[in-house]
């Protein structure tokens, strides 16, 4: 990681920071320090993994409704033929009617609270996968500062996490994103 972000500062800087002559301030650009780790893609393979696992369960969800909903729409079929023919409506096959659209609406409901509990989960994991990538990148500038004999201060060091608000219609993801490029900008300055 010290190589990528020594990189990304650029060699003539640490050179120039390192023999001493006068300070320097440099600043690093988290994000792209972010993009190009591989921490970074073993995250992001965890997410796809949640996200595949959300596919493969909303999939199950959806056959399972549209055979509820076939045999709805066949036994409704059935029943208005069969009152349409005798112009009586029987009590059992209207009783296994309400029984059969309660299922499909109980199972419906299950699905979307199921969506929307999935979906926040996946939300949550990766703004929290983001958070220790975020600090991951922290600890190294601090390593690489101290061994090039500068110190690393930032705008705010003062918050162990970045903070996000749950109840926002912004993803948290997005929230901590947003944050690490806006508001934490690591600088150097010589010892």
Same mark, same amino acid.
């Given at each position: 990681?010290?190589?990528?972000?020594?990189?990304?500062? *650029?060699? /003539?800087?640490? *050179?120039?920071?390192?023999? *001493? #002559?006068?300070?320097?301030?440099?600043?690093?650009?988290?994000?792209?320090?972010?993009?190009?780790?591989? /921490?970074?893609?073993?995250? %992001?393979?965890?997410?796809?993994?949640?996200?595949?696992?959300?596919?493969? +369960?909303? !999939?199950?969800?959806?056959?399972?409704?549209?055979?509820?909903?076939?045999?709805?729409?066949?036994?409704?079929?059935?029943?208005?033929?069969?009152?349409?023919?005798?112009?009586?409506?029987?009590?059992?096959?209207?009783?296994?009617?309400?029984?059969?659209?309660?299922?499909?609406?109980?199972?419906?409901?299950?699905?979307? =609270?199921? %969506?929307?509990?999935? #979906?926040?989960?996946?939300?949550?994991?990766? =703004?929290?996968?983001?958070? !220790?990538?975020?600090? $991951?990148?922290?600890?190294?500038?601090?390593?690489?500062? /101290?061994? =090039?004999?500068?110190?690393?201060?930032?705008?705010?060091?003062?918050?162990? !996490? +970045?903070p996000v608000d749950r109840n926002s219609k912004?993803?948290?993801?997005?929230?901590?994103?947003?944050?690490?490029? =806006? *508001?934490? +900008?690591? $600088?150097?300055?010589?010892?």
């Open positions: 990681m010290a190589g990528l972000i020594g990189a990304l500062i *650029g060699p /003539q800087a640490i *050179g120039f920071m390192q023999n *001493g #002559n006068a300070p320097t301030a440099v600043t690093v650009d988290i994000g792209q320090v972010m993009e190009n780790l591989n /921490q970074r893609a073993d995250a %992001m393979r965890r997410i796809e993994a949640l996200r595949s696992q959300r596919k493969d +369960i909303r !999939d199950q969800f959806e056959t399972k409704l549209k055979g509820l909903d076939a045999e709805f729409t066949a036994a409704a079929k059935a029943a208005g033929e069969a009152a349409g023919e005798n112009g009586t409506v029987d009590e059992a096959a209207d009783a296994a009617l309400r029984k059969m659209r309660n299922d499909l609406v109980h199972h419906a409901l299950r699905f979307e =609270s199921w %969506m929307a509990y999935a #979906n926040e989960r996946i939300d949550h994991e990766a =703004s929290l996968l983001m958070r !220790d990538l975020y600090r $991951s990148v922290q600890a190294e500038l601090a390593v690489m500062a /101290q061994a =090039s004999g500068f110190s690393l201060v930032l705008r705010d060091d003062s918050i162990d !996490d +970045i912004v993803p948290q993801e997005m929230q901590v994103m947003q944050a690490i490029s =806006s *508001g934490f +900008i690591p $600088s150097f300055s010589q010892i």
